[in-house]
């Protein structure tokens, strides 16, 4: 048995001694805040981001630093711990000391529309290559077609034209000539042209022409046949003298072109000399200038029906040579980025195409591609909710695809899954150089590290917040400049040294521990908010120690309902606990009912019946399965206990029934099993327990006490109990030894405690509890292997052989193996 | 001349004969009338010729586009005038109407150059387009008619094969401060609400400061005439001068140009895009 400490029972043997209940300063530990000089929140030097998490900062430093592909990093910790907010202000503060990240543009890819051209650019150099390029067009606008209208443009396209229709009305006046030569006129007809014979210059009659001899009529018609066959061949080549006319005006439009578009071109490029990729898009851009110069001069000023301008496009026909900026720092933002998305749907992430109703059809263009989130973090550090993540379709699958690829490519779900068939791009894929951090819940690590394959290819560095810090006064000095700090973001009066000594309480009560502190800021915040209005509400400029006290009443009172309601059930005698009297195999055990953030303790009859039997003991929570595996872990410990201690010399015959009275919901875990061992030994010992006394804790198979969770809640709901009904002074709480360092009462149970009116008792051992709950002793076997006359060890020894002599008979008579049910 | 002289101006008259379908050229032809409150008649020649032709017992047509030889018959052929003198009819009074225009359309049978002389009036414009294609020209018929119109001393207003602007100003050449062409390019210009752009072919002050009077005269308020000097009144001069000038119109006169009108009318409105109105010169 492990020794007592000081503050509970000395003693060699538990057995031996009575327990004593806990001095009032053992039921809370308050803040000490000699070693922190400050009045109000406001002298206290601010304290934010990576606060008290050791093991998570080095891994979030390991995880930031290191380049090797697949080292991203998971933040876990429970929800409300500030994860989110202190990861980035971390990753803020490391970043700023990097460079900066790469600008990104989209262009129009001339030779194929469809796939844009990334190119990446220096950071911050993208804005002046977009300026570069609208300067360019501005000034084209004004320069082509000035020099289209030029005399000199002007002169070499009439000659031109006049080549080109003098050597077409050549041949046309050749043929006339010819024809009117041979008396034959060209007619023109609605639909084409004819040739007849003239006589006189005048067409010569259908009567005169048949008047005409034979010979004459046939020459002529073979004149005209002949000359049919000069017009078919004339007209034949009408299309290839336009088309040599068009090519000639084609040709010199393009050398007019070339030379106004190649001064300014050069002029561009002589303001972006250090960037290649730029360059050779200039380079791109003077050709498709040349091919469609028409879109800057009047097409038929130049000619040619606007040939070869660019088809329609959403927006300017000039938008074809536009910068789409797709990622450039913002004027303040310095060094790497760091980059939260809070709704990471899939375009969110990868960015989207957008498209315009152009004519009931949707188009788009380079110009209309977004940067998702990647995009905007790409050389610097991306930071996502990993439950938010997880829930958006496709962007889980998204998120590996890019890393394992290390490019963003930007995917248009729509269309992968047939909801659109519009023509879309397939912009280039632009490289990835990120790190990514999800933070979240400890499950959401688990389940994917169990279910997802990938997970641990993409995220090999772990950092795990922890939930509490160890209380000192350097822990406590540290949380009140957290407290200041959060004081001053929130805009919130300053609170003064006992109402930060009140918050480091808290913390350690949300903590459950007077050890720890909780390290849940969010909660912390909340309280800070609350108790500054009411504070507000009293007309006070600081915050005082009662506004606090009022916050953490009013969080209770406005979640109290339910309790209130359990409490009148008992109060009413609906719910049956006595908190005074003794009674055999009945005791008050304590559970804990959490409903949401709220949770509450309550007391619950548990009752044990007892007669000869196979050596079972029946749980009845579990046979009608409101039992959880914990509690049937827990009663079947006790047989283990039974077995080992009583009636060495022959097998149990006991058949038991346990149960929680009144209890119709489920019941799990093992905190009562302490209890029901006592409820059993009363039962089998026929020594009734103390219903002043509530008890919680577990017990092993060699009869110690083992910690529980939620002392402090079982303990105050109990307390309001015994308070409603009026404390006598013999009223209290057995607990596990193990929880004291976790008491973190409310200050009326301390004062009860302090006052005499209520007790909290640590025990150690079962025998230490059944001699409190019983006022006997429980008895050590002597040196005859017996345990003494009049101890409840005794007691339950004589039963048990009782039972098994009862069911030797009963088996002798040959009616054993009855009566194990209840 | 004077400026009431313009009035003297009655009808616009559009030879359909060529090309019986251009609605761009029946547009430009309403539009003026609408400008010069002038009647605009739509005239539309049945060859007798081909009428002719069709009793030939040889007599085949080469058909376009297709460039497929069919024989000629005669029911045919009347069948096809008819259809264009329908389409032709159905097109102008459509396209006047959409202008508010009055228009008035009338078929003639006949020899189409000898038609359209014995129509035409010195107080006539007639509507000539430049050919298109090279197959316009094969006939000559725009010739024959230009010589029909200044036969007549009508005046023309020659549309090239695309016009490029219908908004800007209407600039006329001049010579004298009672050009013909000035006044009726001041009336346009009012009427339209454009500017007048004078192009001079030198610096004569005194000439200039009396055709600006006499645009203003007109009605032309003083913001709304401008003047420019060209370099001589050759196709090439003209077209130089007009570089910037944006116009929607340009005039002038017969007695701008000693000799081969057509040429040159023919080239400004071929570099500028725009329609040239050729003002025909008093009789005598």
Same mark, same amino acid.
């Given at each position: 048995?492990?020794?007592?400490?000081?503050?509970?029972?000395?003693?060699?043997?538990?057995?031996?001694?009575?327990?004593?209940?806990?001095?009032?300063?053992?039921?809370? @530990?308050?803040?000490?805040?000699?070693?922190?000089?400050?009045?109000?929140?406001?002298?206290?030097?601010?304290?934010?981001?990576? =606060?008290?998490?050791?093991?998570?900062?080095?891994?979030?430093?390991?995880?930031?630093?290191?380049?090797?592909?697949?080292?991203?990093?998971?933040?876990?910790?429970?929800?409300?711990?500030?994860?989110?907010?202190?990861?980035?202000?971390?990753?803020?503060?490391?970043?700023?000391?990097?460079?900066?990240?790469?600008?990104?543009?989209?262009? $129009?890819?001339?030779?194929?529309?469809?796939?844009?051209?990334?190119?990446?650019?220096?950071?911050?150099?993208?804005?002046?290559?977009?300026?570069?390029?609208?300067?360019?067009?501005?000034?084209?606008?004004?320069?082509?077609?000035?020099?289209?209208?030029?005399?000199?443009?002007?002169?070499?396209?009439?000659?031109?034209?006049?080549?080109?229709?003098?050597?077409?009305?050549?041949?046309?006046?050749?043929? @006339?000539?010819?024809?009117?030569?041979?008396?034959?006129?060209?007619?023109?007809?609605?639909?084409?042209?004819?040739?007849?014979?003239?006589?006189?210059?005048?067409?010569?009659?259908?009567?005169?022409?048949?008047?005409?001899?034979?010979?004459?009529?046939?020459?002529?018609?073979?004149?005209?046949?002949?000359?049919?066959?000069?017009?078919?061949?004339?007209?034949?080549?009408?299309?290839?003298?336009?088309?040599?006319?068009?090519?000639?005006?084609?040709?010199?439009?393009?050398?007019?072109?070339?030379?106004?578009?190649?001064?300014?071109?050069?002029?561009?490029?002589?303001? +972006?000399?250090?960037?290649?990729?730029?360059?050779?898009?200039?380079?791109? =851009?003077?050709?498709?200038?040349?091919?469609?110069?028409?879109?800057?001069?009047?097409?038929?000023?130049?000619?040619?029906?606007?040939?070869?301008?660019?088809?329609?496009?959403?927006?300017?026909?000039?938008?074809?040579?536009? =910068?789409?900026?797709?990622?450039?720092?913002?004027?303040?933002?310095?060094?790497?980025?760091?980059?939260?998305?809070?709704?990471?749907?899939?375009?969110?992430? +990868?960015?989207?195409?957008?498209?315009?109703?152009?004519?009931?059809?949707?188009?788009?263009?380079?110009?209309?591609? @977004?940067?998702?989130?990647?995009?905007?973090? $790409?050389?610097?550090?991306?930071?996502?909710?990993?439950?938010?993540?997880?829930?958006?379709?496709?962007?889980?699958?998204?998120?590996?695809?890019?890393?394992?690829?290390?490019? !963003?490519?930007?995917?248009?779900?729509?269309?992968?899954?047939?909801?659109?068939?519009? !023509?879309?791009?397939?912009?280039?894929?632009?490289?990835?150089?990120?790190?990514?951090?999800?933070?979240?819940?400890?499950?959401?690590?688990?389940?994917?590290?169990?279910?997802?394959?990938?997970?641990?290819?993409?995220?090999? +560095?772990?950092?795990?917040?922890?939930?509490?810090?160890?209380?000192?006064?350097?822990?406590?000095?540290?949380?009140?400049?957290?407290?200041?700090?959060?004081?001053?973001?929130?805009?919130?009066?300053?609170?003064?040294?006992?109402?930060?000594?009140?918050?480091?309480?808290?913390?350690?009560?949300?903590?459950?521990?007077?050890?720890?502190?909780?390290?849940?800021?969010?909660?912390?915040?909340?309280?800070?908010?609350?108790?500054?209005?009411?504070?507000?509400?009293?007309?006070?400029?600081?915050?005082?120690?009662?506004?606090?006290?009022?916050?953490?009443?009013?969080?209770?009172?406005?979640?109290?309902?339910?309790?209130?309601?359990?409490?009148?059930?008992?109060?009413?005698?609906?719910?049956?606990?006595?908190?005074?009297?003794?009674?055999?195999?009945?005791?008050?055990?304590?559970?804990?009912?959490?409903?949401?953030?709220?949770?509450?303790?309550?007391?619950?009859?548990?009752?044990?019946?007892?007669?000869?039997?196979?050596?079972?003991?029946?749980?009845?929570?579990?046979?009608?399965?409101?039992?959880?595996?914990?509690?049937?872990?827990? =009663?079947?410990?006790?047989?283990?206990?039974?077995?080992?201690?009583?009636?060495?010399?022959?097998?149990?015959?006991?058949?038991?029934?346990?149960?929680?009275?009144?209890?119709?919901?489920?019941?799990?875990?093992?905190?009562?099993?302490?209890?029901?061992?006592?409820?059993?030994?009363?039962?089998?010992?026929?020594?009734?327990?103390?219903?002043?006394?509530? !008890?919680?804790?577990? +017990?092993?198979?060699?009869?110690?006490?083992?910690?529980?969770?939620?002392?402090?809640?079982?303990?105050?709901?109990?307390?309001?109990?015994?308070?409603?009904?009026?404390?006598?002074?013999?009223?209290?709480?057995?607990?596990?030894?193990?929880?004291?360092?976790?008491?973190?009462?409310?200050?009326?149970?301390?004062?009860?405690?302090?006052?005499? @009116?209520?007790?909290?008792?640590?025990?150690?051992?079962?025998?230490?509890?059944?001699?409190?709950?019983?006022?006997?002793?429980?008895?050590?076997?002597?040196?005859?292997?017996?345990?003494?006359?009049?101890?409840? $060890?005794?007691?339950?020894?004589?039963?048990?052989?009782?039972?098994?002599?009862?069911?030797?008979?009963?088996?002798?008579?040959?009616?054993?193996?009855?009566?194990?049910?209840? | 001349?004077?400026?009431?002289?313009?009035?003297?101006?009655?009808?616009?008259?559009?030879?359909?004969?060529?090309?019986?379908?251009?609605?761009?050229?029946?547009?430009?032809?309403?539009?003026?009338?609408?400008? %010069?409150?002038?009647?605009?008649?739509?005239?539309?020649?049945?060859?007798?010729?081909?009428?002719?032709?069709?009793?030939?017992?040889?007599?085949?047509? %080469?058909? &376009?586009?297709?460039?497929?030889?069919?024989?000629?018959?005669?029911?045919?052929?009347?069948?096809?005038?008819?259809?264009?003198?329908?389409?032709?009819?159905?097109?102008?009074?459509?396209?006047?109407?959409?202008?508010?225009?009055?228009?008035?359309?009338?078929?003639?049978?006949?020899?189409?150059?000898?038609?359209?002389?014995?129509?035409?009036?010195?107080?006539?414009?007639?509507?000539?387009?430049?050919?298109?294609?090279?197959?316009?020209? &094969?006939?000559?018929?725009?010739?024959?008619?230009?010589?029909?119109?200044?036969?007549?001393?009508?005046?023309?207003?020659? %549309?090239?094969?695309?016009?490029?602007?219908?908004?800007?100003?209407?600039?006329? &050449?001049?010579?004298?401060?009672?050009?013909?062409?000035?006044?009726?390019?001041?009336?346009?210009?009012?009427?339209?609400?454009?500017?007048?752009?004078?192009?001079?072919?030198?610096?004569?002050?005194?000439?200039?400061?009396?055709?600006?009077?006499?645009?203003?005269?007109?009605?032309?308020?003083?913001?709304?005439?401008?003047?420019?000097?060209?370099?001589?009144?050759?196709?090439?001069?003209?077209?130089?001068?007009?570089?910037?000038?944006?116009?929607?119109?340009?005039?002038?006169?017969?007695?701008?140009?000693?000799?081969?009108?057509?040429?040159?009318?023919?080239?400004?409105?071929?570099?500028?895009?725009?329609?040239?109105? %050729?003002?025909?010169?008093?009789?005598?």
């Amino acid at each position: 048995m492990p020794s007592g400490d000081a503050h509970g029972t000395e003693t060699s043997h538990p057995s031996s001694l009575t327990v004593s209940a806990l001095p009032a300063s053992r039921l809370y @530990r308050g803040a000490e805040l000699a070693g922190l000089a400050f009045a109000t929140t406001t002298d206290l030097a601010p304290l934010d981001g990576l =606060v008290g998490q050791p093991r998570a900062s080095e891994a979030l430093r390991f995880g930031t630093h290191i380049g090797a592909r697949g080292f991203n990093i998971f933040a876990i910790g429970t929800s409300g711990a500030g994860v989110q907010r202190s990861v980035k202000a971390l990753l803020e503060q490391a970043a700023a000391e990097r460079p900066g990240a790469a600008d990104w543009v989209y262009v $129009n890819n001339f030779a194929d529309p469809r796939r844009p051209t990334a190119i990446m650019l220096p950071s911050r150099r993208a804005p002046a290559f977009q300026k570069v390029m609208r300067a360019l067009i501005e000034d084209l606008k004004a320069a082509i077609p000035a020099v289209f209208e030029s005399e000199n443009y002007q002169t070499r396209r009439s000659a031109i034209e006049e080549a080109v229709r003098s050597k077409g009305e050549t041949a046309f006046s050749a043929l @006339r000539d010819k024809a009117t030569a041979k008396n034959i006129s060209i007619l023109r007809t609605p639909t084409g042209f004819a040739m007849a014979p003239t006589q006189n210059g005048e067409v010569v009659p259908p009567d005169q022409f048949n008047a005409w001899p034979e010979e004459k009529r046939h020459e002529t018609e073979a004149g005209i046949r002949e000359l049919e066959k000069e017009l078919e061949q004339t007209l034949r080549g009408i299309p290839r003298l336009e088309k040599e006319r068009r090519d000639a005006v084609r040709a010199l439009d393009r050398e007019t072109a070339r030379y106004a578009i190649g001064q300014s071109i050069d002029e561009a490029k002589g303001q +972006v000399p250090d960037l290649p990729a730029v360059l050779a898009h200039l380079d791109t =851009v003077r050709d498709d200038l040349v091919d469609n110069v028409y879109l800057f001069v009047n097409p038929q000023a130049a000619g040619e029906d606007g040939a070869g301008a660019a088809p329609a496009r959403p927006g300017s026909p000039f938008d074809r040579y536009e =910068v789409n900026v797709l990622v450039t720092p913002i004027d303040h933002e310095a060094g790497a980025p760091v980059v939260e998305e809070l709704h990471p749907t899939l375009s969110n992430l +990868v960015g989207r195409i957008e498209h315009l109703s152009e004519q009931g059809m949707l188009v788009t263009n380079f110009r209309l591609i @977004r940067a998702g989130a990647l995009h905007r973090a $790409n050389g610097g550090t991306i930071l996502l909710d990993a439950r938010s993540l997880l829930l958006e379709p496709f962007s889980w699958q998204a998120l590996k695809r890019a890393l394992s690829q290390r490019e !963003v490519a930007i995917e248009d779900i729509a269309r992968f899954a047939g909801f659109a068939t519009t !023509v879309s791009l397939e912009p280039d894929p632009i490289p990835l150089d990120i790190k990514v951090i999800l933070y979240g819940e400890r499950i959401l690590y688990y389940m994917l590290a169990a279910a997802d394959p990938d997970f641990a290819q993409h995220f090999k +560095v772990l950092a795990d917040f922890d939930d509490e810090i160890d209380r000192s006064a350097d822990s406590e000095a540290m949380l009140a400049r957290i407290i200041g700090a959060l004081a001053s973001r929130e805009g919130l009066k300053p609170f003064d040294r006992e109402a930060v000594a009140r918050l480091i309480e808290q913390a350690a009560r949300l903590a459950d521990d007077q050890g720890k502190l909780t390290l849940g800021t969010e909660k912390i915040r909340d309280l800070l908010v609350e108790a500054a209005f009411w504070a507000g509400d009293a007309k006070r400029e600081v915050v005082n120690r009662a506004d606090v006290d009022r916050a953490i009443d009013e969080q209770i009172r406005r979640a109290a309902r339910v309790r209130e309601r359990s409490a009148e059930m008992i109060l009413r005698d609906i719910a049956l606990i006595d908190t005074t009297g003794s009674r055999i195999g009945q005791i008050n055990g304590l559970s804990v009912m959490s409903l949401g953030d709220f949770a509450f303790g309550r007391p619950t009859r548990i009752t044990c019946r007892v007669h000869p039997g196979v050596g079972r003991i029946l749980d009845i929570e579990r046979e009608v399965e409101l039992g959880g595996p914990l509690h049937s872990k827990g =009663v079947l410990i006790l047989s283990g206990f039974l077995a080992g201690r009583y009636a060495l010399d022959a097998p149990i015959s006991l058949s038991a029934s346990l149960v929680f009275e009144q209890s119709y919901g489920g019941v799990d875990g093992d905190s009562a099993s302490s209890t029901e061992l006592y409820a059993l030994l009363s039962a089998l010992a026929e020594t009734p327990l103390r219903q002043d006394l509530a !008890v919680t804790g577990s +017990v092993n198979q060699l009869g110690e006490i083992q910690a529980i969770g939620g002392v402090n809640d079982k303990i105050e709901g109990y307390f309001e109990i015994c308070q409603a009904r009026g404390l006598t002074g013999a009223q209290g709480v057995m607990i596990p030894q193990a929880n004291v360092q976790h008491l973190m009462l409310r200050a009326d149970v301390v004062a009860a405690c302090a006052d005499g @009116r209520f007790a909290i008792y640590p025990v150690r051992a079962i025998d230490q509890g059944i001699a409190l709950l019983t006022g006997r002793a429980a008895g050590e076997r002597g040196t005859d292997g017996a345990y003494p006359e009049g101890s409840i $060890n005794r007691a339950v020894e004589d039963r048990l052989r009782a039972f098994a002599k009862s069911r030797r008979t009963l088996a002798g008579d040959g009616a054993a193996g009855g009566g194990d049910v209840t | 001349m004077s400026a009431d002289d313009v009035t003297a101006y009655r009808r616009i008259i559009l030879d359909l004969y060529q090309s019986f379908a251009n609605r761009r050229a029946m547009a430009q032809a309403a539009e003026l009338a609408r400008l %010069l409150r002038l009647d605009l008649l739509g005239v539309y020649i049945e060859d007798e010729a081909v009428h002719e032709l069709a009793g030939l017992p040889f007599a085949r047509e %080469l058909r &376009l586009p297709s460039h497929e030889w069919v024989l000629v018959d005669a029911d045919q052929v009347a069948a096809d005038f008819r259809h264009a003198a329908t389409t032709a009819e159905r097109m102008l009074a459509e396209t006047a109407a959409t202008l508010g225009v009055a228009s008035v359309f009338q078929t003639m049978r006949g020899d189409p150059a000898e038609a359209i002389a014995g129509l035409l009036r010195a107080s006539d414009i007639i509507v000539l387009t430049e050919p298109r294609t090279h197959g316009e020209l &094969l006939t000559g018929a725009l010739a024959q008619s230009w010589r029909a119109a200044l036969g007549a001393g009508a005046s023309v207003l020659l %549309l090239p094969p695309k016009v490029t602007r219908r908004r800007g100003p209407v600039a006329v &050449l001049v010579a004298d401060p009672e050009d013909r062409g000035l006044i009726t390019a001041a009336r346009i210009a009012l009427a339209a609400d454009e500017t007048l752009l004078i192009l001079l072919t030198g610096s004569d002050a005194t000439l200039c400061e009396a055709a600006v009077r006499t645009a203003r005269a007109i009605g032309l308020p003083q913001g709304r005439v401008r003047t420019h000097i060209v370099a001589g009144t050759s196709a090439q001069s003209i077209v130089q001068g007009l570089a910037q000038a944006n116009e929607r119109l340009f005039v002038l006169s017969c007695d701008m140009l000693s000799q081969e009108h057509a040429e040159i009318v023919t080239r400004i409105a071929a570099a500028r895009g725009v329609p040239v109105l %050729l003002v025909a010169c008093p009789s005598g």
